[in-house]
């Protein structure tokens, strides 16, 4: 009982650094947050049962509802589903942009195809690839950007939302030939910077190593085959550039209890429903602290956000979590001391930036920041 007071503690501190009112033991005794029937592919259990304190999950979902723009928040613990809610237009079957949570499902593939050896190596120069534009580069430095740079975003592009132009590039659409036209702001491998276009190369390289239409190259098929249809994930759409290449970055249309399979299956070391879908060690590969104190912005008052391949590390409070995230808000959440998975879905607030969109994002990355961090640990 203690822990558990001292954990409340916490949460309503954490949340007083947001300004936000605390909830009165009337207002969590009300709060309903049970599945529903209607969850296939899951077993559902109570937190109580998993060895969950019921207020904390309470108190997160009391605090879900006074979000702006969260559409769902579930809670997998030991395996079971113990809580989940819809917001706003939120539900069970939307397939919602997930924006950036996008490139861990690239990430995902990466590992998956050096596994069934349509790619070779990590260390192989990104070029490799792209022998139809090796002519037209004018920075020898290009030629020393590795796979293994890109899935660690220290390839050297730059972080093209920090100006008009890379805005511009964006939202216009990238194509293979942007690897050329996009200048580096360091030498490759040298230091660390968020790059959507190190993501969307990953997903080209993959489609021209691993796709069985060599005439279309599109990666749906070999992500289907190797990673959608062994989770029972059946995308409402993934986005295309203008060569028909699939959005390495974002744009991919899934639903919150897909993506908690996602981190479900990472948190048992790549397996899903008996079957080994992701190589084990490309798990713990992927939760490494390649670069720390990775972002721009600090998430929570002391929270520290790590890069891994195509994946996060936040340390808050006690634990360090494993995050997809995306703009939004969009988060799987993966916390392996605790054997525990926290999905958000959100507006993705396509084109939306500034402080009034970021805002909204923070609120909803703090959400499930303090929630763990409010954990007793054990």
């Not at 690239?106 to 596994?115: F, H």
Request: glycine share 8%.
């Amino acid at each position: 009982m203690a822990a558990v007071a001292a954990a409340l503690a916490t949460v309503a501190a954490l949340a007083a650094c947001g300004g936000e009112p605390d909830p009165t033991p009337e207002e969590l005794a009300a709060v309903e947050y049970a599945p529903g029937d209607d969850v296939e592919g899951w077993q559902v259990s109570t937190p109580e049962a998993q060895g969950l304190d019921p207020d904390l999950v309470a108190e997160v979902y009391w605090r879900a509802a006074h979000l702006e723009s969260i559409y769902s928040l579930l809670v997998i613990k030991n395996g079971y589903l113990v809580a989940e809610k819809y917001f706003h237009v939120g539900g069970p079957y939307q397939k919602t942009n997930v924006q950036s949570v996008t490139k861990s499902y690239t990430g995902t593939l990466v590992g998956i195809a050096l596994e069934d050896g349509c790619l070779s190596s990590l260390d192989e120069p990104m070029m490799t690839y792209f022998p139809e534009l090796e002519a037209r580069l004018d920075d020898p430095r290009k030629d020393q950007i590795t796979v293994r740079d890109l899935l660690q975003m220290r390839a050297g592009y730059p972080w093209l939302e920090s100006s008009a132009e890379g805005k511009e590039l964006l939202y216009h659409g990238f194509e293979p030939a942007n690897l050329v036209d996009v200048p580096l702001k360091r030498d490759p491998g040298s230091g660390w910077d968020y790059s959507n276009l190190s993501s969307h190369l990953l997903a080209i390289i993959l489609a021209r190593a691993c796709a069985t239409d060599e005439a279309s190259h599109d990666l749906m098929d070999f992500a289907t085959e190797h990673l959608f249809d062994p989770l029972g994930t059946t995308p409402g759409r993934w986005q295309v550039d203008w060569d028909g290449y699939r959005l390495g970055y974002t744009e991919l249309f899934v639903s919150a209890r897909d993506m908690a399979r996602l981190g479900q299956t990472y948190l048992d070391g790549g397996v899903y429903d008996g079957q080994q879908v992701v190589p084990a060690a490309w798990v713990d590969e992927s939760w490494q602290k390649y670069t720390e104190s990775a972002w721009y912005y600090k998430v929570g008052p002391n929270w520290h956000s790590n890069y891994g391949y195509q994946w996060w590390l936040i340390d808050a409070g006690p634990y360090t979590y494993d995050l997809a995230w995306g703009h939004g808000g969009q988060q799987i959440a993966v916390l392996p001391e605790q054997d525990l998975v926290v999905v958000v879905t959100a507006d993705p607030l396509y084109g939306q930036f500034g402080d009034g969109p970021w805002a909204l994002e923070k609120s909803n990355l703090n959400l499930v920041a303090n929630f763990i961090a409010g954990i007793p640990e054990t």
